[in-house]
């Protein structure tokens, strides 16, 4: 007996050796807020099992996690912004219960992540603003005299918040390099008179892939820019890039927005917007499949432009315009295109792309493309397209011309509103000799 005795404490000893073993510790939480969501992110010393539900008269999230004890402090986590008016939490058995007292709606959801080069395991808790589950479209105002609308570039800097995306040597992350770019660039186009631009993200906060695009078809957008920073293992990897969807990228598309019409909210047609729930399969498929022809054709003609322009400064990874299936290119009605400006991995390219001088380099190389693209082919009823109508030259600077047969220099001054002298000037000639196919760019009048 009193060897039994022995052997069952031993054997207690280790079950409780074993369960303290498995508790694990929340050691960190974050906050980030943006304007439609505010997510909080738990950083725990290991996996662990959860729940998530909510209750209601007054609204609460309420977070159970098992086997678990609190080590970081939920104070001053800078939730006065967010439909968050308190958080508390409390022992239960041997884990915890955190209870998130509500301002506002919220359509709450969890998920667990994996460790990274960056962070542990985490738990993840997203509160989405309620009001935004509703599609609005965004009503694009006009610019002034000729009662038309502005051309409207959505600019999306890639990752955010909880996501860092690729980081370089020292630190730099991918993540504060392309939303310094983006911000550069929204600032050219805001001065460019007929354009607007909007950005899916202003500070360091995550959105969704699909939120990205969603965010760009609530807008109106007529052009979805994406900008990020590539990296590779190998940190000799270089090179700078322009990427359209691909065809397979494409067909994929089609196939999930032909699949889901019928409970989508979702529109083509860019601004006319053409619902595709009452139309039968035939003819969805094909007004499908002409929304998507048109835009990657037009993604296809900036891009190219863009990779002419930084082609001119930074070395890039191929010679052409790269195509793949990213989700945030598959918009079937708006003309989309991803830039990634460098690869963050390599440390020459990672210190030119912290500089503020490289940054307005790229952003100015973007800018360019977009505005040369639309200037030859301005969407019906923008102010763009009135201004090249009445023969007006581009306000807010120049534009590229392709000489075709029968020009002289002199005629394009003349079509243009500038001198003979200025368009020399501009292209560097010491004559008028031009040449059919020759781009010359032509100064603001």
Not at 83 to 98: C, E, F, K, Q, W
Not at 250 to 271: F, H, K, P, T
């Amino acid at each position: 007996m009193r060897k039994f005795g022995q052997l069952l404490t031993l054997v207690l000893c280790c079950l409780l050796a074993t369960s303290l073993q498995a508790a694990q510790e929340i050691r960190n939480v974050r906050a980030w807020l943006a304007p439609d969501n505010t997510r909080l992110v738990f950083d725990l010393s290991g996996p662990v099992e959860h729940k998530l539900f909510t209750l209601s008269d007054p609204g609460r999230v309420v977070i159970d996690i098992d086997k678990v004890s609190l080590k970081a402090s939920l104070d001053k986590l800078g939730l006065e912004k967010s439909p968050v008016s308190a958080i508390r939490h409390s022992t239960r058995g041997d884990g915890l219960r955190i209870v998130l007292d509500l301002k506002d709606k919220v359509r709450p959801k969890s998920f667990d992540l994996k460790p990274n080069d960056q962070y542990g395991h985490r738990l993840v808790v997203d509160l989405e603003m309620r009001e935004q589950a509703v599609v609005t479209k965004t009503v694009v105002p006009v610019p002034g005299e000729s009662g038309k609308r502005d051309i409207v570039v959505m600019i999306d800097a890639g990752h955010g918040g909880e996501d860092p995306g690729a980081i370089g040597p020292g630190g730099v992350r991918e993540k504060d390099v392309v939303l310094a770019i983006a911000k550069k660039l929204k600032a050219r186009i805001d001065a460019h008179q007929g354009y607007r631009a909007v950005m899916t993200r202003t500070g360091d906060y995550y959105i969704s892939l699909r939120g990205r695009t969603g965010k760009a078809r609530n807008s109106n957008a007529d052009l979805f820019v994406s900008v990020h920073a590539d990296a590779f293992k190998n940190p000799r990897a270089r090179g700078a890039s322009v990427w359209v969807l691909s065809g397979r990228g494409a067909s994929s598309e089609m196939g999930r927005w032909l699949a889901q019409r019928e409970n989508s909210a979702d529109l083509i047609g860019g601004v006319g917007s053409l619902s595709l729930d009452d139309k039968d399969d035939v003819l969805a498929s094909v007004l499908l499949d002409m929304s998507m022809n048109a835009s990657r054709k037009d993604s296809h003609q900036v891009a190219s432009r863009i990779h002419g322009n930084m082609e001119r400064f930074a070395r890039m990874h191929k010679k052409h315009v790269e195509q793949a299936g990213f989700v945030v290119l598959k918009s079937p009605d708006i003309p989309s295109i991803l830039v990634e400006t460098g690869f963050i991995s390599n440390p020459q390219e990672a210190r030119k792309l912290r500089t503020a001088s490289y940054q307005n380099k790229m952003a100015e190389a973007i800018y360019r493309g977009i505005v040369d693209h639309f200037w030859e082919k301005p969407p019906a009823a923008t102010y763009v397209a009135w201004q090249k109508q009445s023969g007006k030259a581009p306000a807010g600077g120049e534009r590229l011309y392709k000489v075709v047969s029968g020009d002289t220099l002199s005629v394009i001054a003349q079509r243009n509103g500038v001198s003979l002298q200025q368009l020399r000037t501009a292209n560097k000639l010491r004559g008028d000799r031009i040449r059919v196919g020759q781009v010359l760019r032509i100064p603001a009048g």
